[in-house]
DNA sequence: CGGAATTAGATTGCGTACAATTTATTTGTA
DNA sequence: TACAAATAAATTGTACGCAATCTAATTCCG
């Protein structure tokens, strides 16, 4: 009935747990470029915007812990974010390297329209509440260990 | 105890199914990094080669429905495959349109040094095995739904 | 049969990701 | 207090990832 196993199974996308996780991150990143493109934000620009909305004002290390990115990733970003008009970047006083992120009046605003995003991707992952929860925990589970 | 909900709490970070998904993978392709460095090729190369290990011989779109890429990130790919010596690219006799890919004899070669990946990836995510059957399959299935 | 529609790859342009390096600033310590 | 080590961003170079477009080959149909 089944194959016979040999030890080149490990190489079979089948029994890949990192190919499910890199193609379904990829795609549903990829179903968010339409709502987010409404609002004029790219995913990445949308997570940046997520965490300055619910913490507020922090520097460029802090933002890059909490995304898990660096500054190779985060100034250009950060650079586009600051020429649309949704952040500003200015130097800290107390320690002239860091950078604070702060957000502007239409940073803050975006915040209301940015709730057609959540509500744009409703229904597209079928998943339900549990499966959705258990998958959020173990993700989260492996990303905290694997740090 | 817990925080008043409000209708922003959809846009907190901790509430999003996409961000543990978006980082978990970059964190663990991260990883992937050094080992197949070792072996020459790149996260995308090594599933390209997988797939060819597993499957052989397929086109260039048939690769890319298995992988969820399409031409404008495949071509590139293929082409540095080709010059790495690990496949050949040859347009199908049937069909002057599609590209058939297939493995060199070094191609073949390395999937026994490519055991190596694996095995150095083990024990680097912190699940049970148990966890790591749960994630994978609800990944495949929001994958399977969501395309 | 023959032109329109479709299809497979290739190309272009933009936006990440990230390793490695550089620069400026701050900290730790002899 | 000098000065080495550490730190935060910025920069550089490489490799995707994908939408949009282009080209060539094939298929569909009237």
């Given at each position: 009935m089944s194959e016979s196993?040999?030890?080149f199974d490990?190489?079979?996308?089948g029994n890949q747990l990192c190919f499910p996780l890199y193609?379904?991150?990829?795609e549903i990143?990829?179903?968010y470029?339409?709502?987010?493109?409404?609002?004029?934000?790219?995913?990445?620009?949308?997570?940046?915007m997520m965490v300055l909305w619910e913490f507020g004002t922090m520097t460029e290390k802090e933002l890059g812990?909490?995304?898990?990115?660096d500054s190779g990733t985060l100034t250009p970003v950060l650079k586009k974010l600051e020429k649309s008009g949704f952040v500003k970047r200015q130097r800290a006083e107390k320690d002239e390297r860091s950078l604070n992120i702060s957000l502007?009046?239409?940073?803050?605003?975006?915040?209301e329209k940015a709730l057609q995003v959540p509500q744009a991707l409703d229904g597209c992952i079928h998943l339900?509440?549990?499966?959705?929860?258990?998958?959020?925990?173990?993700?989260?589970?492996?990303?905290?260990?694997?740090k």
């Open positions: 196993p040999d030890k490990v190489l079979k996308l193609a379904c991150a990829k990143v990829r179903i470029r339409e709502p987010l493109g409404k609002i004029g934000l790219t995913y990445t620009q949308y997570i940046v812990a909490k995304l898990y990115l502007t009046d239409n940073g803050i605003k975006l915040k339900s509440y549990d499966e959705m929860l258990t998958l959020r925990a173990l993700l989260n589970k492996a990303l905290k260990e694997t």
